[in-house]
């Protein structure tokens, strides 16, 4: 557990099914996830069931708690790229910046061969791409109609990364 000014940073644990579906089944949460809202609870309890179940010793990876409430994640999800959702009702707050802010030095921290962190996002995130810029993040690719969300939108993957310090 990490404490942070505003969130504390935790594993995840079975109670957070609920509060995780409400981020996950939200339209505007989903947008430009990697996939559409889940429709159902089992949707969430296979993702979570894999968050409480993936290797430790591969990610620094959190669910982000606001005032006792699981409200979203953030980490580093697979070597050595970050992800993070915030349920939409906190957006516009800096929550993920003051998460990543913490995250991404423990990531360099711990994982000394790492020379930078990446991501990838849909470009027309603008909030997401404000998140990265803030934590220093340039954006180094772009590719056209790569990713299909859902069964009929091809959406384009802009590539970010930062070095380390």
């Known amino acids: 557990m990490i404490k942070t000014g505003r969130l504390l940073l935790r594993a ?12 996950f089944s939200d339209p505007r949460a989903m947008r430009y996830w990697d996939r559409p ?11 979570l069931d894999h968050f409480i179940a993936s ?17 979203g994640k953030a980490g580093m ?8 959702i915030l349920h939409p009702d906190l957006w516009g707050r800096g929550l993920v910046t003051e998460a990543l ?4 030095p423990r990531v360099f921290e711990r994982f000394p061969e790492a020379d930078k962190v990446t991501a990838e996002l849909d470009p027309r995130n603008l909030g ?16 056209e109609k ?3 969300y859902g069964e009929t939108e ?12």
Not at 77 to 84: P, Q, T, V
Request: glycine share 4%.
């Open 12 to 23: 995840a644990v079975p109670e957070d099914l609920e509060p995780l579906h409400a981020v």
């Open 37 to 47: 809202p889940h429709q159902d609870m089992d949707q969430t309890q296979r993702f």
């Open 55 to 71: 290797d430790l010793n591969n990610r620094e990876e959190y669910i982000l708690e606001v005032e006792g409430e699981c409200v």
């Open 77 to 84: 999800w697979k070597r050595y790229e970050i992800g993070y």
């Open 101 to 104: 802010s913490t995250i991404i």
């Open 128 to 143: 997401s791409i404000k998140v990265l810029e803030r934590q220093g993040f340039e954006r180094v690719g772009f590719a």
């Open 146 to 148: 790569n990713f299909l």
């Open 154 to 165: 091809w959406c384009d993957t802009a590539y970010y990364s930062l070095t380390r310090p």
